[in-house]
């Protein structure tokens, strides 16, 4: 196995019954990297994540986690941490007896200081009293990766991480997950949201139907020469849909669209970045100032959609 490989996943297939869960995934997950996981509802994220917990086995294909080649029988190798389906607590007891309760389970160690380093970092000192049963999704899941940062992780796993979170609990779950690499270890999380995958990760795998539509660096998807939908405000709305009209290679979108209808300065294209780049240059020869260009989707959004419905079309 590759030495820096945390994960490596080879014809990793899972069935639940007669579904496919997992159809021959391939995966390849660096160490210190953080991977991010996405698709549509039911397109195997949870699923792969727990065989990475060691939750459940594939029934056919090879996975390696950290060097040691997973067995049916066994449990996930020493190391890995995380959650699926959201962190398991106990309501009635406080934020802080949850981890002391679990840091006892697993060290023998009631000492606290881990515990109040864990709780710092996820920015949950201040509620560290508070009984659990009280706490928002958000607090859960804050509460949940403290749980697993107590075992000093050199994976991982999260399901979801930013379900729930407000602004600062966001900001201090990128914190903790961005230091966590930066000292080597590797994360791999789910998220429906493209924008903190985009902010977070440098590599991402997109599944649908259970099948892996694309994996790799986030700048090959966006490097892509795909069209995007695009929104441009000008100084000359008129002048501007006149040159848009006469650039080859741009598509100026007919938008049904409300929002767009009401404001009759933005002109709503779809173009590859070429034909963009020069209907630009057009627009400045014609002195038709640009006040704003901007994708209305982000391209690691854009591709998702067009790989996974290409995916599902051909179902
Ligand atoms: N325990 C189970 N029993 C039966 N089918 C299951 C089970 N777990 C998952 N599945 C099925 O496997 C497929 C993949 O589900 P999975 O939960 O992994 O998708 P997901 O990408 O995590 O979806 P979501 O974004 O909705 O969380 C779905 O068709 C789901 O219905």
Redesign the pocket.
């Known amino acids: 196995m590759d030495a820096t490989a945390a994960v490596r996943g080879r014809g990793i297939t899972k069935y639940?019954?007669d579904?496919v869960?997992l159809d021959n995934i391939e995966l390849n997950v660096a160490q210190g990297q953080i991977h991010g996981l996405v698709?549509?509802?039911?397109?195997?994220?949870?699923?792969?994540l727990g065989l990475l917990l060691g939750l459940a086995a594939a029934d056919q294909g090879r996975l390696e986690i950290l060097g040691t080649a997973v067995a049916r029988t066994s449990p996930a190798p020493e190391g890995v941490a995380g959650f699926v389906d959201g962190p398991g607590l106990y309501p009635s007891l406080s934020a802080r007896q949850n981890l002391a309760a679990l840091a006892a389970l697993r060290t023998r160690d009631t000492r606290t200081a881990a515990v109040d380093d864990v709780l710092d970092q996820v920015g949950l000192a201040d509620v560290a009293e508070d009984k659990v049963r009280g706490f928002s999704l958000g607090m859960r899941q804050r509460l949940g990766l403290a749980a697993a940062l107590l075992t000093k992780p050199r994976l991982l796993v999260l399901d979801e991480p930013s379900n729930g979170l407000d602004p600062a609990g966001k900001k201090h779950v990128h914190g903790v997950l961005a230091r966590l690499a930066a000292q080597g270890a590797t994360v791999v999380l789910?998220s429906?949201r493209m924008d903190d995958l985009e902010a977070l990760c440098s590599e991402v795998t997109i599944?649908a139907t259970?099948r892996v539509v694309f994996s790799g660096p986030l700048h090959k998807l966006s490097a892509e020469n795909r069209a995007l939908d695009y929104r441009l405000r000008t100084s000359d709305p008129h002048a501007a849909r006149t040159t848009a009209l006469g650039t080859a290679g741009v598509h100026v979108i007919e938008s049904c669209d409300a929002v767009n209808r009401l404001d009759a300065e933005v002109l709503l294209l779809r173009a590859p970045v070429a034909a963009l780049d020069e209907l630009v240059a057009r627009l400045v020869r014609a002195d038709v100032a640009v006040r704003e260009l901007a994708p209305v989707v982000s391209p690691l959004e854009a591709a998702f959609l067009a790989l996974t419905e290409q995916q599902e079309a051909s179902r």
Do not use: E
Not at 39 to 48: H, Q
């Open positions: 639940f019954g579904v869960a698709g549509p509802n039911g397109a195997g994220k949870t699923t792969l789910s429906h599944l259970g």
